[in-house]
């Protein structure tokens, strides 16, 4: 499974944000589609995933602000951000969880200015 990602970019505190990320490959088997984020010197953090169901999970810092997506047709899925904060600024992986293993993305960079 390849994955690529799109969508970050600087904005200001406030503003909204749409991430995106496209599976292809051997989709057959993929269970659950998420984001990610890092900051430099710190773990790699889950932000919100959404199963082939539909079931999601967030984090707490989104709840609330933050959707997750997913096109299981397109093997899309996506991640809506609004209200961002500076805290929010880091590198966002997107993720998936097949029946055997996991794949990451490239890594898309999103950064909130104060």
């Known amino acids: 499974v390849q994955l690529q990602a799109s969508g970050g970019g600087l904005v200001q505190a406030g503003e909204s944000l749409t991430l995106s990320c496209v599976a292809s490959?051997?989709?057959?088997?993929?269970?659950?589609m998420g984001w990610y984020r890092q900051t430099p010197g710190k773990q790699r953090e889950l932000v919100a995933s959404?199963?082939?169901?539909?079931?999601?999970n967030y984090a707490d810092s989104v709840k609330g602000r933050f959707t997750i997506s997913r096109d299981n047709a397109k093997n899309t899925v996506y991640l809506q951000m609004n209200s961002l904060k500076p805290e929010d600024t880091a590198v966002y992986y997107c993720?998936?969880?097949?029946?055997?293993?996991?794949?990451w993305g490239q890594g898309t960079q999103v950064t909130v200015s104060s």
């Open positions: 993720h998936v969880k097949s029946v055997w293993t996991n794949y």
């Open positions: 490959g051997n989709t057959v088997n993929i269970l659950i």
């Open positions: 959404i199963a082939r169901g539909g079931d999601t």
